[in-house]
Each structure stands twice: as C-alpha cells, then as structure tokens.
C-alpha cells in the first residue's frame, strides 16, 4: 500500500498542505532568529538593572537593616543574594545563541568579570555575579526571566493557521475538482458506449476549454455512430435487390445441375440476407422513432416462442407476474430473438425465457447452459462488431447484443451478461416500471 493518496484532490491538498507547513516553519525560524538579539539586549537590561539596584542598596544600606532588605527582595522580586564562596558547585546555562548574547551583553555592562551560571549549589536559577570592593557576590533571578511562555503559545496559534489554510485548500482544489469529476464521470459513460449528456461549460478558461472540446467529441461520436448506422441501411437496403434476384436465379438452375452445389449456394445467400438483416436493424434501432404503447412483455414473449416452437426450437419459457410497461413491440420482439438465437448459436442447443419483478424493476432473462461469456468480456461484448471468437472467423456480424443493449436503452433499461449459476449464460434485460411515455 502506498501513503500517497490516489485522486488528485487529496493529491493536491497533501501538496498544498506540505508546502504550507514548511512555508510556516521557515517563516517562524525567520521570526525566531530575529526577534533573538532585541530580546537578548532586553532581558540583559533587565538583569543587569536588577544587579545594579541590589548592589547600590547594598553599598548604601544601613548594615544594621541589611538582613531586612535581602528578605524583602527576595519575597517581593524573588531575588536572592548570597555571597561566593571559593570551589562551589555550579553549572553554566545552556550553551545557546540566545545566552551567549546576553553574557556578553551582561559583561559590556556590568565589567568583563561578571559571571552568568545555570545551578549554583544545586539551585537552579539565573545566577548573576557582582563585586562589592573585593568580595563576590551572586544574584539568583527566577529561570522564566529567561525563557518566554509565550512562545508556546506562539506554537498554538500556528498550529491553528495551518488548520486553517488546508481547511481553505481544501476548498478551493474541491472547487477545481467539481468540472473535471463530472468529465470523469462523461468520459467514462463514452468508454462503455454510452453517449453522456454535455458536462457544463463553465468555470476557468482551461477547465472550460476542456468541457467544450469534450462535448465536441462526444457530439462527433454520436453523429460517426448515426452515419454508420445510415451507410449500413443503405448499403444493406441496396444489396437486397440484386441478392433477392439472385437466389431466384439458383432457385431456377436447372435441376440437373449439382444439387449440393445448388444447396450450397441457397445457404450462403441465407447467411448473407441474414447478416443483411442483422445491419438494418442495427440502423433501425440507432434511428428509432416508433411510439411506445402499454404492452404486456409476457405476451410479446409467447409470441416469440411460439415462433420458435413453430421451428422445433427447444426454446421453453418460464413466465412471472409483471405489470403493464411502456414497450415498443418490435423492438421488444427483436431484442428476445437476438439473445435466443445467441443462446442456441453460442450457447447450449436449449434456451429458456425467464420473466418477472424484482426490486421495483421488471426484467427478462435469456438463459442458457453453453460456455458463457468471461466477466471482464461481458460490457465488450454489447459493443458493435465485437465477437469473443472473432479471430477464428464464424457466421455472427456482432452486432446481436449491441441491438439489444440499444433497445434496452431506449426503453431505460439496463442489459446484464453473467454467468449462470452450475454453467452457462444469463443474459438479463431490466425495464423500469414507472415508463414515462415517449
Ligand atoms: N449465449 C451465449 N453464450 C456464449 N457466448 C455468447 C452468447 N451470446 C453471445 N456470445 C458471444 O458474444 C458475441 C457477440 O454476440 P452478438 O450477438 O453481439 O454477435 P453474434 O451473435 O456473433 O452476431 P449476430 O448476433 O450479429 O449475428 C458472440 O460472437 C459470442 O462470442
Ligand atoms: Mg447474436
């Protein structure tokens, strides 16, 4: 699994936010590092105002009030003084830029001999050393004179500004977003066939170029579906006048000639008419206009097995309960003889109609037990001119199951081709109940 998210949304907003984040620690260590020397010069004027007011009350004090003036410093400034003591324990502060200026600082102001210590006696503290005459003493002010609470903080309210700002990236890519999810959603009805309605063309130029060029395709891909459509009418509709005058012809060879011959050729012209059938409607289904009527889809199914019967078909039905919809015979009758004569061709020598409701739809299924159709063929398949043994040649044109997927279509319906349970094909066309009429 990877951590880099996969749409380019959270793509874009992890980026942003990236950006965001190193943008603000950038700018906090710009601050830092500038508001350093003021504040060092700051709190050393503060230490070393301290320093020299404790030392001149100590010079000027009367010795016998002394005592009386350190507590009172110490409880109401929280400065102490003790006197220094030759090899006591100390420590020295952090060795950090923000103390090194301070020391020197401290140094320029109080005498170069001025000492600045962390732990003194195991106390902790700021510990400032000042002479008086010969004798040394230390101040210990409170740690906080050095450090500053407030940069935590600081910390805070940078931590809510970054919330803030991805909060707004994420808003204005979402923004972005929206056109381009629906050209996803348009591009990806085109990959299966279906013609989108047109995305809007608004929002920035570029996004808008995008959506018109798209629309542009998908117009152009409806209107190069609709002229095959005309070219297969009308070079069927042309050819089946010569054909119709030859098959008259080799019905009237003399008898005597080759009667396999003759049989032979009979069959071919079957298969060339058939083929010629199959491009007319095709052509018809791409340009239908008839007008939907309130039919019953089991009576349009016992009219299409009882043709079959009539063949000595193995063709058997298994008819559920489904309301009156909105159906256009012919097409109706032309979509169950495309998947029945499917079924027998490719299928099993049996094929049994299934119809009914379920889940607020009705439906009709086509079933056999041949070798199916594989999952990942089955949305191909409703494609024009696509056959899953078309390498190896055969007599189909392809065009049976994209009929079916159209006439599905202009009824609001969906097809479904899955495999049928214990082995075979399951070829399942859904019709919504609530037809609106055309
Ligand atoms: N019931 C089925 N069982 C197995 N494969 C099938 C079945 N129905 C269709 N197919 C496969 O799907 C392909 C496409 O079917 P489609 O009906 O579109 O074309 P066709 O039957 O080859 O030709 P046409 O129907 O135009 O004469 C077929 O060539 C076949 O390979
Ligand atoms: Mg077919």
């Given amino acids: 699994m990877t951590l880099v998210p996969r749409s380019l949304l959270w793509r874009t907003v992890l980026l942003l936010a990236l950006l965001l984040v190193a943008g603000h620690f950038a700018w906090l ?60 324990p100390v420590e020295p502060l952090p060795d950090r830029p923000f103390v090194r200026m301070i020391t ?39 740690r906080e004179r050095l450090e ?48 989108p309605s047109p995305v809007s063309e608004s929002g920035p130029s570029e996004i808008r170029t995008l959506a018109r060029a798209f629309n542009q395709m998908a117009a152009d891909l409806k209107r190069i579906d609709e002229d095959r459509a005309l070219l297969l009418a009308g070079v069927s509709h042309d050819l089946r006048t010569p054909l119709a005058r030859i098959r008259l012809g080799v019905e009237m060879l003399e008898p005597q000639a080759d009667a396999t011959l003759r049989e032979g050729l009979v069959q071919d012209i079957e298969d060339i008419d058939a083929v010629i059938n199959q491009f007319l409607d095709f052509a018809r289904v791409t340009n ?86 594989p999952v990942e063929e089955a949305e191909r398949m409703l494609q024009p001119f696509t056959r899953l043994d078309a390498a190896r040649g055969g007599a189909g044109t392809g065009l049976g199951l994209a009929i079916v997927d159209r006439i599905a279509r202009l009824h609001g319906g969906t097809v479904a081709l899955t495999p049928r349970e214990g082995g075979g094909l399951r070829a399942r066309v859904e019709f919504p109940m609530m037809q609106a009429k055309d």
């Fill in 29 to 88: 260590q710009l601050f830092r590092v500038s508001e350093r020397e003021p504040r060092a010069l700051q709190v050393a004027q503060q230490i070393a105002s301290v320093v020299n007011l404790t030392r001149s009350a100590l010079i000027t004090a009367d010795p016998a009030k002394r005592i009386d003036l350190l507590r009172d410093l110490a409880q109401q400034e929280g400065v102490q003084i003790y006197i220094a003591e030759p090899n006591e």
């Fill in 104 to 142: 020197a600082e401290l140094q320029r102001r109080l005498g170069a001999d001025t000492r600045l210590l962390g732990t003194r006696d195991g106390m902790r503290g700021v510990w400032v050393s000042f002479r008086i005459d010969d004798e040394e003493f230390w101040v210990r002010l409170p």
């Fill in 148 to 195: 500053r609470a407030e940069q935590l903080r600081w910390i805070g309210w940078g931590v809510l500004v970054l919330a803030l700002s991805v909060v707004g990236a994420f808003l204005i890519v979402a923004r972005i977003n929206r056109p381009l999810r629906e050209l996803t959603r348009a591009a990806e009805m085109i990959g299966r066939g279906r013609t």
């Fill in 288 to 373: 239908e206009t008839s007008i939907a009527s309130e039919l019953d889809l089991n009576e349009l199914v016992n009219a299409v097995l009882e043709r079959y019967q009539h063949q000595g078909k193995p063709v058997s039905a298994q008819l559920g309960s489904v309301p009156r919809l909105q159906l256009k015979a012919l097409a109706i009758q032309r979509l169950l003889t495309n998947l029945v004569d499917n079924a027998l061709r490719h299928g099993s020598a049996e094929a049994q109609i299934v119809t009914g409701q379920s889940g607020g739809r009705a439906f009709v299924e086509v079933l056999d037990r041949g070798p199916g159709i």
